[in-house]
């Protein structure tokens, strides 16, 4: 089973930016699709984003145009990179591995998470 660890959470004003980063054990990385997803306090986990194998994309509509992810497979790490951060962005970050070859949004479709980082933006 695929080992991952967070980091890079925090607390950051409204605005501001900041960059998670997931690093995976294993050497089949590359072959995974990564996803980030996120819940915040009494609410349910949501999608954030998702990347394949192959580099192929997706983004939920809510931080579309502010967060980008990005892998790279000589680092076995995956990146969240959040832009424009809201106070609505706060919540517990997860990342998580999916078997399958192109992007999926369900988080049934992935097999291991990390533990989480928490990020807070402040108003």
């Known amino acids: 089973q695929v080992q991952l660890v967070e980091s890079g959470g925090g607390l950051v004003q409204a605005g501001g930016s900041l960059r998670l980063s997931c690093a995976a054990s294993g050497s089949t990385f590359s072959t995974y699709t990564m996803g980030w997803f996120r819940r915040a306090a009494g609410k349910e986990r949501e999608f954030a984003a998702a990347?394949?194998?192959?580099?192929?994309?997706y983004s939920a509509e809510s931080v579309k145009d502010r967060f980008t992810i990005s892998r790279d497979n000589a680092k076995n790490t995956v990146y969240l990179q959040m832009n424009s951060l809201k106070p609505e962005d706060t919540a517990v970050y997860y990342c998580?591995?999916?078997?399958?070859?192109?992007?999926?949004?369900?988080?049934?479709?992935?097999?291991?998470w990390g533990q989480g980082t928490q990020v807070t933006v402040s108003s």
């Open positions: 990347i394949s194998r192959s580099g192929t994309t």
């Open positions: 998580a591995v999916s078997s399958l070859v192109g992007v999926t949004t369900s988080p049934r479709m992935y097999n291991s």
